[in-house]
């Protein structure tokens, strides 16, 4: 019999966290974050972290070791935090400048919901980065040929830059048969088009035909080993864009433009992955001298509508293929539990 993985999607500022709070306190469970900005160390307001302790659990030191051996990322310890005193996994670990792929994020999630279960507890995966859903869920088979992490970092800056239309025409130019594979989201999505065109100039260097192996580009999937049940909360899109202004407001209030001058000041590089994200990039333009606090502001509530936008067409379009369970609250979910 397979083990219950609960799983918490959806849009920016709906309420995720604070459900999966609920279940936490509700059903015996702890938190494995599945936000791809809340992993990176020193960004809090900006990613609405909200205020982590430390928790006094640990990982097996020998098991933990090797795992973090198999990583493409080097990782030299994994905390766990604890929010509102409930135990959260995979939260503010990696520093700013690195790269962590989704296969990454899939080998200690696993590891984490496995810890979890250990201790007769219930695994509660919440966040709004649907690939990092989509790897745990589906259970994708890992894209295998070795590649250093200096070419794969030349790989990603090939791509990087590129506006989504170039992106597609670059994709149809190189193979047209999968782009017409790819369901709407696919199509529009800038990283996914790019993890594509990067497997394929990889088959490319390795003499692969590239019409054998649309299964390796698309990704293999597999059977999840525990029995998903996917939560999703309900929410009303123009209260939810209201939500999102007063968060981006109170992000300011508290302290987001030293936040970021902070982490330029040690060093992060403004294009590096974390500094990339939604909010910080308007911000080092306002500390440039490109904008207004006023302008930068609206910019970075307009960008978090954005992303909120795709993250809605990720988990809700028809091509993804989730069985979206949706919910108000914890009371709504103790039968499936």
Not at 10 to 26: C, D, N
Not at 135 to 149: C, G, L, P, R, T
Not at 176 to 185: A, D, H, M, P
């Amino acid at each position: 019999m397979k083990q219950k993985l609960i799983v918490i999607g959806g849009p920016t500022a709906v309420g995720k966290t604070e459900l999966a709070i609920q279940i936490a306190r509700s059903f015996n469970g702890e938190l494995i974050n599945a936000d791809s900005r809340q992993i990176y160390k020193y960004l809090s307001i900006g990613t609405n972290k909200g205020n982590l302790g430390s928790s006094s659990q640990s990982y097996n030191e020998q098991e933990l070791k090797k795992l973090l051996s198999k990583l493409n990322t080097k990782i030299d310890e994994l905390p766990i935090k604890t929010i509102e005193s409930i135990p959260i996994h995979l939260v503010d670990f990696l520093d700013p400048d690195q790269v962590f792929s989704a296969f990454d994020y899939k080998k200690l999630a696993y590891f984490a919901i496995d810890e979890i279960i250990s201790r007769d507890k219930l695994p509660i995966l919440v966040g709004g980065t649907g690939l990092y859903i989509d790897v745990v869920v589906k259970d994708y088979v890992e894209f295998d040929y070795n590649i250093s992490n200096e070419e794969r970092e030349i790989l990603k800056n090939k791509f990087r830059n590129l506006t989504i239309n170039e992106l597609q025409k670059l994709l149809i130019d190189k193979a047209e048969f999968i782009f017409e594979q790819l369901n709407y989201s696919d199509k529009k999505n800038p990283v996914r088009l790019q993890r594509i065109l990067e497997k394929i100039y990889i088959l490319e260097f390795h003499n692969k035909d590239i019409s054998k192996n649309i299964s390796i580009i698309l990704g293999q999937k597999r059977e999840c080993k525990y029995d998903v049940i996917f939560l999703y909360k309900n929410y009303h899109w123009e209260s939810l864009k209201t939500k999102m202004k007063q968060r981006v407001k109170e992000m300011f209030n508290q302290g987001l433009i030293d936040e970021t001058r902070k982490l330029l000041d040690m060093g992060y590089g403004k294009n590096c992955p974390a500094l990339s994200s939604v909010g910080y990039s308007e911000v080092i333009k306002f500390l440039e001298g490109n904008m207004s606090k006023d302008i930068c502001e609206e910019k970075v509530y307009y960008s978090h509508v954005k992303y909120a936008r795709k993250q809605r067409t990720w988990f809700e379009g028809k091509g993804r293929g989730y069985n979206l369970i949706k919910v108000d609250s914890a009371n709504d979910v103790k039968n499936l539990i």
